[in-house]
């Protein structure tokens, strides 16, 4: 080898060692300025920890999503190349995408992490709140710097639903706030003072009979006095004037001494049965009978029994038997055997109100282990039996609200389903006349009249016949007036020869703690003649007294 070979051997090996030093030299000071910036190859970009020529990077925000500091976190490898080292970058914003410093999460009361109220945690919350529900005062969300920032309740109404104090549970009031029992009816049959529940008259103080509910006849008719009954107070048109009011002086054990001797030794001194049960409520005459067989260990309508006979046993007897089981027992009578009277169901089913019908079907069905619906149905046939199914639902409005568009509608289809058409539609009839209280159906015949110009009753006696007839023009007789429908059924069983003696002590002993007052004077001014003056020509002896004494009244 030459000498020039030789020479230019070891320069090129300096040379590369040269290099070879160069270059480990240069990988050291990568290495030391990837440490420091924590991304590998972050000093080639000229930026302190994002893209090129940011200077805070993407995203470099302080609050970061969740917590990092700055840039990428570490560990994630960050990119080799990129766009020139310009100073601003896109679009040179300080806190990068997002930058806001509380970011999402992380505000200082955001969701979660509220301070006060949230969920949960509330303050008032369910249950225990304050103000009932709502209105609680650290209710949902109720935080301080979230969503959507109301301080407390949804939506913040201080007060409750509707106005209790406690809410629920815990609240001190009731629902929604009554003092007791259904509201107070007015009238009735006529209602006793407590009623259903809670009353406190029906049978007071009595040891030998039970305390039923009742809205037959005690004391609640008469004017001022209120009862709790069945359902809702019924309108003015249930109510009257009795002529049979509580015995104001009443005392049983002294009434009872006094029938005791009435019956003692032989025969009966009838004016002192008159003179005490004629003149005393029903509720007093169950209270007597207590007291007699308390005081002499018998029954007291057994020994009345047993000393009266005839018309006056049937008045005196009627006079002592709660008026629903009365009522039951009129029926039964009417429908057994062969044949039925149909003007007893009719008189009873079309007057009674709907507290009255639903102890009636009560005491039917204890007597005589049948319901009343299917005797009705048993006994009678066609529309007429529709007509007292109807009756005996006991759901007839009861209010006094009239409304004088849909009564000229009604009347209009009362005139399509039966003069304008061949044949008739009953079924209009009877949901018209069954279900309306007394004034809309007043209003209604009053509409009748002006569209055909004559009146309803003319227009049922065209179309019906037989006992659904009867019973619908029944129906608007004591819708109209029920005193005077009374009053006409009164003359009817006393005029002519023989006098209906059933149907006058029944009309009589019923409404004698409901409107007899009333019916005594509408019997005055269509007949000009008084009442007690047909039962004197008619009847006679303690029977006759009795029945006087009962028009009469206390």
């Known amino acids: 080898m030459s000498l020039k070979s030789q020479i230019f051997g070891t320069i090129l090996n300096e040379v590369t060692k040269g290099l070879k030093n160069a270059q480990q030299g240069g990988n050291r000071n990568s290495s030391d300025e990837q440490q420091q910036s924590g991304i590998p190859g972050a000093s080639r970009f000229g930026q302190h920890g994002g893209h090129p020529g940011y200077q805070s990077g993407y995203p470099d925000h302080q609050g970061g999503y969740a917590g990092?500091?700055?840039?990428?976190?570490?560990?994630?490898?960050?990119?080799?190349?990129?766009?020139?080292?310009?100073?601003?970058?896109?679009?040179?914003?300080?806190?990068?995408?997002?930058?806001?410093?509380?970011?999402?999460?992380?505000?200082?009361?955001?969701?979660?992490?509220?301070?006060?109220?949230?969920?949960?945690?509330?303050?008032?919350?369910?249950?225990?709140?304050?103000?009932?529900?709502?209105?609680?005062?650290?209710?949902?969300?109720?935080?301080?710097?979230?969503?959507?920032?109301?301080?407390?309740?949804?939506?913040?109404?201080?007060?409750?639903?509707?106005?209790?104090?406690?809410?629920?549970?815990?609240?001190?009031?009731?629902?929604?706030?009554?003092?007791?029992?259904?509201?107070?009816?007015?009238?009735?049959?006529?209602?006793?003072?407590?009623?259903?529940?809670?009353?406190?008259?029906?049978?007071?103080?009595?040891?030998?009979?039970?305390?039923?509910?009742?809205?037959?006849?005690?004391?609640?008719?008469?004017?001022?006095?209120?009862?709790?009954?069945?359902?809702?107070?019924?309108?003015?048109?249930?109510?009257?004037?009795?002529?049979?009011?509580?015995?104001?002086?009443?005392?049983?054990?002294?009434?009872?001494?006094?029938l005791r001797n009435a019956m003692r030794g032989l025969g009966c001194n009838k004016s002192k049965v008159v003179a005490v049960l004629c003149s005393r409520a029903n509720v007093q005459r169950e209270q007597i009978a207590t007291a007699y067989k308390t005081m002499y260990g018998k029954d007291l309508i057994n020994d009345l029994k047993s000393e009266l006979s005839g018309d006056f046993e049937d008045l005196i007897m009627a006079l002592m038997e709660r008026p629903a089981r009365y009522d039951a027992r009129q029926l039964h009578k009417a429908m057994e055997g062969l044949g039925t009277k149909e003007s007893v169901l009719i008189e009873i089913m079309c007057s009674r109100t709907n507290a009255q019908i639903a102890e009636l079907r009560n005491a039917y069905e204890q007597m005589y282990k049948s319901t009343l619906e299917k005797d009705l149905i048993g006994e009678t046939s066609g529309h007429f039996k529709r007509l007292l199914v109807s009756l005996c639902s006991g759901g007839r409005d009861e209010s006094i609200q009239t409304d004088a568009v849909r009564a000229n509608q009604d009347a209009r289809k009362l005139y399509k389903a039966g003069e304008r058409r061949l044949g008739t539609d009953e079924s209009c009839f009877n949901a018209i006349l069954a279900a309306q209280n007394y004034a809309q159906l007043r209003l209604v015949f009053l509409e009748y009249q002006k569209v055909t110009n004559h009146t309803i009753e003319n227009a049922i006696e065209a179309e019906f016949s037989g006992d659904i007839k009867d019973g619908l023009l029944a129906i608007v007789a004591f819708a109209r007036n029920k005193a005077a429908y009374f009053a006409t059924l009164l003359y009817d069983s006393m005029v002519g020869i023989g006098t209906r003696d059933n149907d006058l002590i029944r009309i009589i002993v019923t409404r004698s703690e409901i409107d007899l007052a009333d019916i005594r004077q509408e019997f005055q001014r269509k007949y000009n003649k008084s009442l007690e003056s047909f039962i004197k020509g008619d009847c006679s002896g303690a029977y006759k007294d009795g029945l006087i004494a009962l028009v009469r009244g206390n």
């Open 68 to 258: 990092q500091q700055a840039g990428y976190p570490v560990g994630y490898p960050g990119p080799q190349g990129g766009y020139p080292g310009q100073q601003g970058g896109y679009p040179g914003q300080q806190g990068g995408y997002p930058g806001q410093q509380g970011g999402y999460p992380g505000q200082q009361g955001g969701y979660p992490g509220q301070q006060g109220g949230g969920y949960p945690g509330q303050q008032g919350g369910y249950p225990g709140q304050h103000g009932g529900y709502p209105g609680q005062q650290g209710g949902y969300p109720g935080q301080q710097g979230s969503y959507p920032g109301q301080q407390g309740g949804y939506p913040g109404q201080q007060g409750s639903y509707p106005g209790q104090q406690g809410g629920y549970p815990g609240q001190r009031g009731s629902y929604p706030g009554q003092q007791g029992g259904y509201p107070g009816q007015l009238g009735g049959y006529p209602g006793q003072q407590g009623g259903y529940p809670g009353q406190q008259g029906s049978y007071p103080s009595q040891h030998a009979y039970p305390v039923e509910p009742s809205s037959y006849p005690h004391q609640a008719s008469q004017p001022g006095q209120t009862s709790n009954n069945y359902g809702p107070s019924p309108g003015r048109d249930m109510q009257g004037t009795p002529s049979l009011r509580q015995y104001q002086a009443f005392n049983a054990n002294s009434d009872a001494e006094t």
